[in-house]
């Protein structure tokens, strides 16, 4: 009987596909191939795999016990961790793919800059036919930044500022273990004492229960009004309500959010009207790059082989922790 | 009799004031500080100046034959090379302030990325209250750029494009010599040759004779429809009509134009409402950095040395060609 591999994603071009044939070979699996549009033939073959390679909880739901290893292929896992039941057999593994940090923070880079370059305002002065070029503009170099998670998205965005010439880069992670990234790393748990000196936050967090609202109204009301926050990870790592207070008050100089709480935002939502914020509808870790598309294969087939030979997963997440 | 120093600047701190004083000091002269709101009072102690340190040919229209050195705050001295008559003094040094690299290149990678990342019809969405994020977008890394102008500007846009993975970086320059920002240097003369596979072109001219139109109608035709235009040199060197009509046709894929002609943009002018264009207000150079403001004092007074001692200046413009 053949070990088999359910593959259920859209972005596979024909080069991923021979890629992932021979890695499966090699391990001794054969995979099958569904676009998103064959929901029914990927549940039907599902039913005898021991492995799927997607990012589809509706999936997942219809897999039998029988199912040893789930590849999720998006990086935020939230959706499989905070309900175990999604999964018939409780110890299956699963793994994500972190592969989206050059995209991520090359989105960084691009609001960071929109931000301290007042494009919210210089906008409204080209919607407006008009022109007027005297707001203050600041600059990445020379500029201080304080990173909330030192995953692959804190560390390209870290790489990035620093290869423009910022002048200090802090980093926060559980740990506080240090990365040559960054100039210092904190363990979070003293965010109090980072944020009254913050001049660019990032969060770049995964969504747990340990960073639901961790900006919360406390912590906003610690940034300067010169600060700016910027939200890559989750929306629920931001209490909303007092971010648009600060924003619209002019308690904090501008936010760039891609990540919202809900997502989509409801039409009626106060959010889409703050002041200084720049929203985007989750697009900072979008799968449209070649080099995004060709690392998610190539860490699937790494893992693949890793798995074969009962080798430790390079992309494990302890699903308890969410992470 | 003292030698005197005009200076009508705006952005000077307390702390360049004592800079230049003990430069001048130094150098054995007299700064005289005029604010903008005191034209009169700086043309009356021109009258008996050596040099200039100011952006206004209005004064410098004032200024008697015994000016030996305008040194212009600004890069760009188009305003003063077109028309000769400006200097009583027709030996005159020119020098002009090559320190807005930094700003502009922080520019560049913002629109840059906007571009990529299809900001423009993401920011439609968003007005729109809407939610979807399907659009193809594309990255810096591993993408190509094509720079005109290896001067300042192209080189610290080259310098922060390779730092974020850029694949390669040709350069342009009237002489065609190598810099090591560049992977390639071709003379401008061979800019028909480079067009026809460009993916993003960085326009950073100074506004001459020699750079009128450089993008013209035929230029604009040999650019791939998947091309972007970025143009923050001098607004005369594209011509503006078949720019905009590759733009709404879909010949290219997006410009952004931080200088038009003329600017400021008249109301009724098409280019307001060109597909896929940000336009900025001329704020690539903005003034209020620190970072900017700083070198500009400190050019000024490492080429007051110079002047003094007979030394050619660094910032000196041939006032023939225009840079």
Redesign the interface.
């Known amino acids: 009987m053949s070990r088999d591999i359910c593959i259920y994603l859209e972005f596979l071009t024909d080069a991923h596909r021979a890629q992932i044939e021979k890695a499966a070979g090699a391990a001794g699996f054969v995979p099958h191939f569904f676009t998103l549009d064959q929901f029914e033939e990927a549940k039907d073959c599902l039913q005898h795999c021991e492995v799927l390679y997607a990012h589809s909880p509706e999936l997942l739901r219809t897999a039998p016990a029988g199912l040893k290893w789930y590849c999720c292929s998006f990086a935020g896992v939230d959706p499989y961790c905070k309900d175990p039941s999604i999964f018939a057999n409780p110890d299956c593994l699963l793994t994500n793919s972190n592969v989206y940090g ?2 991520i923070a ?2 960084v ?2 609001v960071t ?2 931000l ?2 007042r ?1 919210p305002e ?2 409204e ?2 919607r407006a ?5 005297q ?8 500029n201080e930044f304080t990173i909330l998670g030192t995953g692959n998205i804190g560390v390209n965005v870290a790489e ?1 500022m620093r ?3 910022a002048a200090k880069i802090t980093g926060l992670s559980r740990s506080g273990r240090p990365h040559p990234a960054f100039d210092t790393v904190y363990p979070i748990s003293r965010l109090d004492e980072v944020l009254p000196t913050a001049s660019i936050l990032v969060m770049a967090l995964p969504g747990t229960s340990g960073t639901f609202h961790l900006l919360d109204r406390a912590r906003i009301a610690l940034l300067p009004a010169s600060a700016y926050v910027i939200n890559v990870g989750r929306g629920s790592a931001i209490d909303q309500e007092p971010l648009m207070e600060a924003l619209n008050a002019g308690r904090l100089a501008g936010a760039a959010l891609d990540v919202m709480d809900p ?3 409801p ?1 009626e939502h106060p959010l ?1 009207n703050a002041r200084n914020l720049i ?5 900072s870790g ?1 799968m ?4 995004t598309c060709d690392t998610n294969v190539e860490m699937f087939c790494a893992d693949l082989a890793n798995y074969a030979a009962g080798r430790p997963l390079r992309g494990l997440v302890n699903r308890k922790l969410g992470y």
Do not use: C, F, Q
């Open positions: 050059v995209t090359e989105h880079v691009m800059l929109m301290l370059r494009m210089y906008e002065v080209i036919k008009s022109w007027s070029n707001l203050a503009v600041r600059s990445i170099r020379d990035r290869g423009m010439g997502e989509p935002l039409k889409w929203l985007t509808p989750h697009v979008n449209t790059l070649g080099y």
